[in-house]
């Protein structure tokens, strides 16, 4: 069947039908829109539950509603599935349709939508004598067909030629009697299905089209009843709707083809319709900062910790104040040397009075990055925790504006570490307002703020909201300036205000203006709409340049909005990174955008539009000053808006674009994304994103095509922190191969115990399994088995960043801490299993008599003090009496006999063993 492509009889009696639906496979659903987007018709699902009727002996679908709309993506397609129960006493059978997006676990039972539920009935129906062999039928009056179709469109009904099948259509009192013809090109898969879902759906616009005339707006089919078809594979219909519900149609001959006892249309729910192909191309995402899981505690004793540099939010006296061990406080890490590694290590972080914000962004930057370095540097820090601690630099939402807007720009450094290093550090920001929170520094939250005594935890989550308090337009009267106008994001942006906005006026600025490569021809282009575009050679980083160019506006057309897409990148892992480079990459993001603060923010501007990255959202590894610079955008987004000024920023993922900042990734560097969950935004997506994040209430939306199968099937330890509400969570697996704990008889133990205890030979061969998987997932190799253990690294095409993202999923996959240059120091797969197996591998020491004497006294402290249960007692006399039997094979002294006469037999008492172990051991 064209619809549905297999069927699986299942053990108690039930059918599963399933198929694929995409636009690529079944073009001509692009034809049936409902308000834009792609929607599979009802008649569809009615012929996907009547061919499972008619495989399963049944004689009609007795009942069918349709619960939810079932959407076509523009990329990619849906799976199908039509479940029919076991036929019950009377010989009905439950039916249900469900669908799920292509990229979707098809395991995973939240992804699948009911679209339908209803119900088959074992008898059929018998065809109504047909009335309607004169045709068309006396006395009725035709309907003039000329406004149809774009009548139906107005209501929101986007039809195709495809679905375009009404013929001739007449009205005879409460009836309506329709010619419904299915168009050539579908003419011919007309025999494969039982009524083609086109031609099925046309004979239903004319109840349609009466309730958009009348006023009763968009309506779908929502209840069906007494669906039979008489006969296959008909090309045309001539129909009749008794009334409004119950319809009767046959072939050009009046014979009988199919019927429909009654059926209900509903108005289309407002919002029901999520964009279509929303998962697969893209969609808006918010961070909400929600009360944490995980409070911390504050350890009343033992466990040192220290404060690095000044104590500017008093956390030492908040330390006190709580209980706490009085920390050491220390100028630098290197006065941390001489007491025992500390459990945390605080560093806080803010600008100095007086500093301008560009530059303390840039000086907390890389204070913070060579302290970070340092961290790393030093190996007895490899237990311990980093935690860096701001004051108002993030707000989580309205009424909490950002009071240190520079010190933002040390949040993506440190998310970027943390992606690179998991479990080396932590976020904390202090309430302004507020003395400091010392249970906040021991919080199990990788990241964490403080406001009115509560901790918040950052997450991403979908559904980004909307109102009319942030939403942006743009006046056609007034002047669009655009940084960054003669790169690639700026081009799209300059035509999109253009075309889809109706901007006159654009003033767009880069380094090189009017000479910049394509800069005529855009102007040429853009005339054509009659729109000005002015070109200006001009770094917004300079105060005094940026100026020079804003007073150049013409009054006539004032400065009305301003969209900031300049930026410039310069990965590198963090150890790898310089203050220098920090600043090449802050200078036109930061300094730029506070500098377009400052001069407009006394202008009524209507729009303030910040191109910020998803890499300062969630850390992308190797992009820790990029992920700085946006970081801070992300933040002056949100100080604007609490001073009643227009702002937005969007963090946007990977565009699908060369020629932007993201186009000059190879094939390794897009494959490291997808395993990150990041996909390609596709352009139109994008730009129909940017649209509808101007509608937004909200300073910050992430703007993404999100892979939720990639999140979903990666290691949760390394997916990132604010992505695992948006994701659910996953069981762990018990697999002794691949998951750092196994079950283990009646419990479990970690993966290092399991693999330390084997022999040599197994453990040898199970961890080179491990390290070829994890090298093959972070290679894109087809198999593990593709790996050759002896190849070096160098060869296999691993490159920093590479060597990252293996060192953290073995780290995942064993439960051993690995250090960062693992795959340099051992640059073989052989090389490194040799490493992990002699680190799991058991030590061999001679023990004497002496140490195991020892030992009977630490375990007969331990028996002392316990207390059993009968249970426990019963094992614990099998496995003492296993211990004696091996005392007594490796010492030759009968262990199993006392000198007082007690016989340790299968027959002694509990009473009597622990007698014999307290008197002989």
């Given at each position: 069947?064209p619809?549905l492509?297999a069927?699986t ?6 059918v599963?039908f399933s198929g ?10 692009t ?5 834009d987007y792609v929607?599979v ?10 061919e ?6 049944a004689?009609r679908v007795a009942e ?9 993506p523009?990329v ?9 129960d ?7 059978r ?14 995973d ?6 679209s339908a539920f209803?119900w ?6 018998t065809?109504?004598v047909?009335d309607?062999v ?13 406004d149809f179709?774009?009548a ?5 009904y986007?039809?195709g ?5 009404i013929q ?5 009192g409460?009836?309506?009697?329709a010619?419904?013809?299915?168009p050539?090109p579908?003419q011919a ?16 616009h004319?109840?349609?089209h009466h ?6 707006g968009?309506?779908l089919?929502f209840?069906?009843?007494?669906v039979?078809?008489?006969a296959t594979g008909?090309g045309?219909?001539?129909?009749h ?13 009046g014979?009988?083809v199919?019927?429909?006892g009654?059926?209900?249309l509903?108005?289309l729910?407002?919002g029901?319709?999520a964009?279509?192909?929303?998962p697969?191309d893209?969609e ?10 995980a ?10 910790w ?6 500017p ?7 006190r104040?709580?209980g706490?061990v ?8 290197a006065?941390?040397?001489g007491v025992p ?9 803010g ?6 914000v560009?530059?303390?962004a840039?000086?907390?930057?890389g ?12 190996d007895?820090?490899?237990g ?5 601690v701001?004051?108002?630099a993030?707000?989580?939402g309205p009424?909490?504006?950002p009071a240190d807007?520079?010190?933002?720009a ?5 998310r970027?570490a ?5 479990g080396?550090?932590?976020?904390v920001?202090l309430?302004p ?8 520094l021991?919080?199990?939250?990788p990241q ?11 997450r ?5 909201g909307?109102?009319?308090g942030g ?8 002047t669009?300036l655009?940084t960054?106008?003669?790169g690639?994001?700026g ?9 889809a906005?109706g901007v006159?006026?654009?003033l767009?600025l880069?380094?090189r203006g ?6 005529a ?5 853009l ?5 000005e ?12 340049a940026?100026a ?9 057309h004032p400065?009305t909005?301003v ?10 892992l963090?150890?790898s990174q310089?203050p220098?480079r920090?600043?090449g990459?802050?200078r036109?993001?930061?300094?730029a ?8 923010k006394?202008?009524p501007?209507s ?5 910020s ?5 969630i850390?992308?590894a190797g ?5 700085s ?13 609490g001073?009643?000024?227009a702002?937005h920023s969007?963090a ?9 900042m993201t186009?000059?990734l ?10 990150s969950?990041i996909?390609?935004l ?6 129909a994103?940017?649209d509808e994040?101007?509608?937004s209430?909200?300073?910050?939306l ?5 892979d ?7 290691p949760?330890?390394v997916l990132?922190v604010?992505l ?6 996953r069981?762990?697996t018990?697999a ?7 079950n283990?008889?009646a ?6 115990q399991?693999v330390?205890?084997m022999?040599p030979?197994?453990r ?7 390290v ?5 997932v972070?290679l894109?190799y087809s ?14 095409g ?5 060597a990252?993202e ?13 250090s960062a240059?693992l795959?340099f ?7 490194i ?12 020491k001679p023990?004497?008599a ?12 331990e028996f002392e003090?316990?207390s059993?249960e009968?249970?426990?007692r019963?094992w614990?006399?099998r ?7 091996r005392?007594?094979?490796v ?8 000198g007082t ?11 009597e ?6 008197n002989?051991l």
């Open positions: 069947h619809l492509g069927v009889g299942l053990a108690d009696g039930g599963l694929r639906l995409s636009r690529h496979t079944h073009p001509w659903l034809d049936h829109a409902v308000e929607v018709p009802g008649a569809g699902l009615v012929e996907m539950v009547s499972a009727a008619a495989r399963v002996d004689g069918l509603t349709l619960e939810a709309p079932m959407l076509l523009a990619g397609g849906v799976r199908i599935q039509v479940a029919v076991a036929a019950d006493e009377a010989g009905r439950q039916v249900r349709v469900f669908c799920q997006p292509e990229e979707a676990d098809p395991a039972p939240d992804g699948w939508t009911r209803g088959l009935g074992a008898d059929g129906i065809p109504s047909s309607l004169q045709w068309p039928p006396a006395g009725a009056e035709a309907v003039d067909l000329a179709y774009p139906l469109a107005e209501a929101g986007r039809y030629p495809a679905f375009q099948g001739g259509l007449w009205r005879l409460e009836d309506w009697y010619d419904v013809v299915l050539e579908q898969d007309a025999a494969k299905y039982g009524v083609h879902p086109a031609l099925l759906d046309a004979a239903l004319p109840l349609a309730a958009a005339s009348s006023g009763q968009l309506q089919p209840s069906w009843s007494d039979a078809v008489h008909a045309r219909l001539r129909v709707w008794h009334g409004d519900s119950r319809m009767t149609a046959t072939d050009g001959e014979r009988p199919v019927e429909i009654s059926l209900e509903r108005p729910a407002s029901s319709l964009p279509a192909g929303a697969a893209g808006l995402l918010q961070v909400d900062w929600a009360p944490s899981a409070p911390g505690e504050v350890p009343a004793r033992g466990g040192t220290a404060l690095v540099g000044s104590d939010f008093g956390i030492a006296d908040a330390a104040s709580a706490a009085e920390p050491l406080v220390a100028v630098d890490l006065a941390v040397k590694a500390p459990r945390r290590v605080v560093l806080p972080v600008s100095a009075e007086g500093e301008s560009p530059g303390a840039h000086r907390l930057a204070d913070v990055l060579e302290t970070i370095q340092a961290w790393l540097a030093e007895r820090f490899d311990a925790q980093l935690v860096v701001t004051r108002g993030v707000g989580s009424g909490d504006v807007v520079a010190a933002a040390v949040w993506g450094l440190v970027t943390q992606s690179e290093h998991p080396r550090f932590l976020l920001d309430d307002a507020a003395d400091a929170d010392a249970a906040a021991f919080s199990e939250e964490l703020l403080v406001r009115g005594g509560r901790m918040l935890a950052p991403i989550t979908a559904g980004a909307s109102g009319s939403a942006a337009t743009f006046d056609p009267d007034g669009v655009i960054g106008g003669s690639a994001l081009v799209l942006m300059a035509r999109h205000l253009v075309q906005h006159r006026h654009l767009l880069s380094r009017g000479d910049a490569p394509g800069a021809e855009l102007a040429l282009e005339a054509e709409f009659e729109a575009v002015r070109f200006a050679g001009c770094d917004a980083a300079d105060p005094a940026l020079a160019v804003l007073a150049a506006i013409p009054a006539e400065l909005a969209v900031h897409s300049a930026g410039v990148l310069d990965d590198g963090v150890e310089t220098d920090f600043s990459v802050l036109p993001k930061v300094d955008a506070w500098n377009l603060h400052e001069q407009t006394d202008l501007l729009a303030f539009v910040v191109f990255s998803i890499s300062g959202v850390g992308n992009q820790s000053n990029y992920a610079a946006n970081t801070f955008l992300d933040t002056l987004a949100a100080h604007r808006r001073q009643g000024l702002a969007l946007w993922g990977l565009w699908d674009q060369a020629g932007t186009g000059r190879d094939d390794a560097d897009r494959a490291r994304l997808a395993r969950g996909k390609a596709p352009v139109n997506r994008g730009l994103l940017f994040a101007l509608e209430d909200r300073p910050l992430v703007a993404a095509a999100l939720r199968v990639a999140l979903r099937t990666g949760e330890e990132p604010l695992r509400t948006l994701i659910p969570r069981r762990r018990a002794g191969d691949r998951s750092a704990e196994v283990q008889g419990g479990t133990v970690s993966w290092a399991h330390g205890g022999s030979e197994d040898e061969r199970t961890v080179v399994d491990v070829r998987a994890s090298v093959a972070v894109g198999t593990p088995q593709a790996v050759q253990p002896d190849r070096s690294f160098k060869d296999l691993v490159d920093s960043l590479t990252v293996l060192r953290n999923r073995l780290t995942t996959a064993t439960g051993l801490r690995l240059g795959v120091d051992h640059p073989t797969p052989q090389a299993a040799d490493y992990l197996a002699g680190q799991l591998a058991p030590e061999e023990v004497d002496q140490t195991i004497a020892a030992e009977f006294d630490r375990v007969m402290s003090n316990a059993f009968e249970e426990d019963a614990l006399s496995r003492v009496q296993e211990m004696l039997t005392i007594s094979a010492t030759g002294i009968d262990a199993l006999s006392s006469g007690v016989g340790l037999s299968d027959a002694a008492s509990d009473e063993i622990f007698a014999f172990i307290d002989e």
